[in-house]
């Protein structure tokens, strides 16, 4: 494993920054980064529909999350202050209480095709599981390279959704590899709708994968030593459980639940982005997940370990990533993000992102229940009010310095102060 000296990173400029991570990349994504090759227009149009251009968000990295007994970097593509700051400072605090523990429960997407008008249901049900194998067989050759690749349509199981017209859920169970897998189960989902309709004589409704991927579960988890909250054993002892309490807060109230989750995904999307992960299909199934007891909850547990004077802190969410499919080998940007994260399989990859989560979720509450939320937001958030006030590059830290002694700081506020500092250089 390469060994990186992250001394003194955040303050470098990109180029330098560029130089400092050059063991990690290869020559083509050094290349890439060096002649800031972005997405062409040609390659986006074969991508999406109507394109006019190509949109540019700030790719960052993350130095150090240990995951597993491994140092991964990570590459964070977000438009919000302060979100990977929090996840440096949580990762460098949970690295030096012993890293985070992260187990991958399984990888198999689920594919649905709902049916209706069944005069028969239970008739249908048996005829379903009698079937089981002849389906699985025309499921799979409707798809056959994902089997070749050792994957494919692995097991049967129906659903009966009793209402005034019932609806009999058929759910495939698949394996797709390294991929996210839509159009594996889709094709395969559609392929049995005819034969389905014959065995149950009923019809199809429809047939798609289901995002709440409850057979893709990833649990990661951390034990942080008291003293990383503060250096006042007291201090840190109540910190600590001031953090149980916020997470006792999230769990009983789905207003609360809402802003902790969302802090979650500020990590697990950023990721997901510069992956080239689809995350709306990744926030869908774990916004499904976070209800799966009746009322929305905040997705990480955060308990204390008096004995061993730890805070112990755990995700468990469903995160079916993709290192293949999509667009992923079309964007170099993606390119260079796997190379970052030294191309891990979907198993390592979920198991990372599932850490950048409770990481994330750990530098907010620390925050939330300490200083408050605003002092470390604020002084990064205070550069994109001073370049909105129309700064120059050279003028943001003094402009930011100014502003972060002021009571009101907002963009009026900025502006304001950029107008005085301009009148006194010129005068
Ligand atoms: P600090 O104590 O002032 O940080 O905290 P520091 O200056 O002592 O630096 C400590 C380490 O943090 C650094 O170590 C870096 O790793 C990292 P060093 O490199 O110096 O050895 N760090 C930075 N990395 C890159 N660029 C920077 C930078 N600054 C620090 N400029 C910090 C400052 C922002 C980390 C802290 O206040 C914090 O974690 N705040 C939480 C911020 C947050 O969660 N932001 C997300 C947006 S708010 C939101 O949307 C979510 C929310 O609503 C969720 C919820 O309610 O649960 C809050």
């Known amino acids: 494993?390469?060994?990186?000296?992250?001394?003194?990173?955040?303050?470098?400029?990109?180029?330098?920054?560029?130089?400092?991570?050059?063991?990690?990349?290869?020559?083509?994504?050094?290349?890439?980064?060096?002649?800031?090759?972005?997405?062409?227009?040609?390659?986006?149009?074969?991508?999406?529909?109507?394109?006019?251009?190509?949109?540019?968000?700030?790719?960052?990295?993350?130095?150090?999350?240990?995951?597993?007994?491994?140092?991964?970097?990570?590459?964070?593509?977000?438009?919000?202050?302060?979100?990977?700051?929090?996840?440096?400072?949580?990762?460098?605090?949970?690295?030096?209480?012993?890293?985070?523990?992260?187990?991958?429960?399984?990888?198999?997407?689920?594919?649905?095709?709902?049916?209706?008008?069944?005069?028969?249901?239970?008739?249908?049900?048996?005829?379903?599981?009698?079937?089981?194998?002849?389906?699985?067989?025309?499921?799979?050759?409707?798809?056959?390279?994902?089997?070749?690749?050792?994957?494919?349509?692995?097991?049967i199981k129906t659903n009966l959704i009793e209402d005034e017209s019932p609806l009999l859920v058929v759910q495939v169970l698949i394996d797709t590899k390294e991929a996210m897998g839509a159009n594996i189960v889709n094709t395969m989902t559609e392929a049995l709708k005819p034969y389905l309709e014959i065995l149950t004589n009923g019809k199809s409704l429809m047939a798609i994968l289901s995002n709440y991927a409850t057979e893709s579960l990833v649990t990661a988890t951390c034990a942080i030593n008291?003293?990383?909250?503060?250096?006042?054993?007291?201090?840190?002892?109540?910190?600590?459980?001031?953090?149980?309490?916020?997470?006792?807060?999230?769990?009983?109230?789905?207003?609360?639940?809402?802003?902790?989750?969302?802090?979650?995904?500020?990590?697990?999307?950023?990721?997901?982005?510069?992956?080239?992960?689809?995350w709306r299909a990744i926030e869908a199934g774990a916004h499904a997940y976070a209800s799966k007891n009746g009322r929305y909850e905040g997705l990480t547990t955060w308990r204390l370990d008096e004995a061993n004077e730890k805070l112990l802190g755990e995700i468990t969410l469903p995160l079916p990533l993709a290192t293949k499919g999509g667009s992923i080998g079309l964007n170099p940007s993606v390119l260079v993000a796997f190379d970052i994260l030294g191309n891990p399989d979907a198993k390592i990859l979920a198991s990372i992102v599932a850490s950048v989560g409770l990481a994330q979720n750990f530098a907010a509450l620390r925050a939330l229940v300490t200083e408050g939320i605003q002092e470390g937001h604020m002084k990064l958030h205070a550069r994109s009010l001073a370049l909105l006030a129309g700064c120059l590059p050279n003028e943001v830290p003094f402009i930011v310095d100014l502003l972060l002694k002021e009571k009101h700081k907002n963009l009026s506020t900025a502006e304001k102060i950029l107008e005085n500092y301009r009148n006194n250089t010129l005068e």
């Open 226 to 278: 008291y003293r990383f909250l503060n250096r006042d054993k007291i201090k840190a002892k109540e910190f600590s459980e001031r953090i149980v309490l916020a997470s006792n807060f999230a769990k009983k109230d789905p207003y609360r639940a809402s802003t902790h989750n969302k802090g979650i995904f500020n990590g697990i999307d950023a990721v997901c982005i510069a992956t080239g992960n689809d």
């Open 1 to 155: 494993m390469t060994k990186i000296n992250w001394a003194g990173f955040a303050k470098k400029n990109p180029k330098e920054r560029l130089s400092q991570i050059k063991p990690l990349l290869s020559k083509e994504s050094y290349y890439i980064l060096e002649n800031k090759i972005l997405l062409k227009q040609d390659i986006a149009s074969q991508i999406v529909e109507n394109t006019l251009g190509t949109f540019a968000l700030p790719f960052s990295v993350v130095p150090e999350i240990e995951v597993n007994h491994q140092n991964y970097t990570v590459p964070f593509v977000t438009e919000e202050p302060s979100v990977v700051a929090a996840c440096s400072f949580a990762s460098k605090i949970i690295k030096r209480s012993g890293g985070f523990k992260a187990t991958v429960h399984n990888r198999q997407m689920i594919g649905q095709i709902a049916l209706y008008d069944i005069k028969q249901i239970d008739q249908a049900i048996n005829a379903i599981k009698k079937q089981k194998k002849q389906l699985l067989a025309i499921a799979n050759s409707a798809h056959p390279s994902i089997v070749k690749r050792g994957g494919g349509a692995i097991d």
